[in-house]
Every structure is written in structure tokens, then in C-alpha cells.
């Protein structure tokens, strides 16, 4: 999938949370992924402030439609709030594998 193409944002995400449950990780860069689960990070306190405006920047993102342009917003993101982005991009991933890793036969 191109990084341009504009795609419906429920496609889009899918296509990122998988790539994502593969190791492949579209929306950040490596560095941020390791500042985010360095032992010096933190997740701060957020509040109910915090966690609104976290809330709030997910909801953007499932709406932006392309790879490159959600990468360049969260680009643009103050550094703290593109780590707690990321951090619960991770406990997003971590919620969907958990689910469809129960299989009944």
C-alpha cells in the first residue's frame, strides 16, 4: 500500500494494526520506539486532561486516510504526546493479538 494513496481510514488502520502485529511498525520511526520504552520513559500522570488529548489525536489518525500523512502528523506532534501515541499504538497491538490468539476449534 502506498504511503500517498488515500484509502477509507477503517482500511487504513486495519492495514496498520497488521503490519504492525507483523513487526513492521508504518507509523513510527525507530528511534521513537525506543525513546517510548526506554527505562527513562516514563507515562506520565496524564489526568483526565491528558488522556482527552491522547484520545483525541488517536481519533485524528484513524481519520487521515494515508501512511505518509498520518506519519507526517504525528511528525509534527509535541515529543511527549507522539511517545504516548506510540505507547498506546503498542497497547492497542497488544489488545488485538490477545483477542485472536484464542482460537476454539
Known amino acids: 500500500m502506498s504511503s500517498t494513496h488515500h ?3 477503517a482500511q487504513l488502520m486495519d492495514y ?13 520511526d525507530d ?8 527505562p527513562e ?13 491522547v484520545t ?5 489518525l484513524t481519520q487521515l486516510g494515508t501512511i505518509g500523512g498520518t506519519r507526517e502528523f504525528i511528525a509534527r506532534l509535541p515529543r511527549d504526546l507522539q511517545e504516548q501515541v506510540c505507547f498506546h499504538y ?4 497488544e ?7 484464542v482460537v476454539l476449534h
Open 41 to 53: 520513559f516514563g507515562l506520565p500522570n496524564q489526568g483526565a486532561e491528558g488522556l482527552a488529548r
Open 90 to 93: 503498542f497497547q492497542i497491538l
Open 16 to 28: 496498520i494494526l497488521e503490519r504492525g502485529r507483523a513487526g513492521e511498525h508504518l507509523l513510527f
Open 56 to 60: 483525541t489525536t488517536l481519533k485524528t
Open 7 to 9: 484509502v477509507p481510514a
Open 95 to 101: 489488545s488485538v493479538a490477545s483477542t485472536e490468539e
Open 31 to 38: 528511534t521513537l520506539i525506543r525513546a517510548t520504552f526506554s
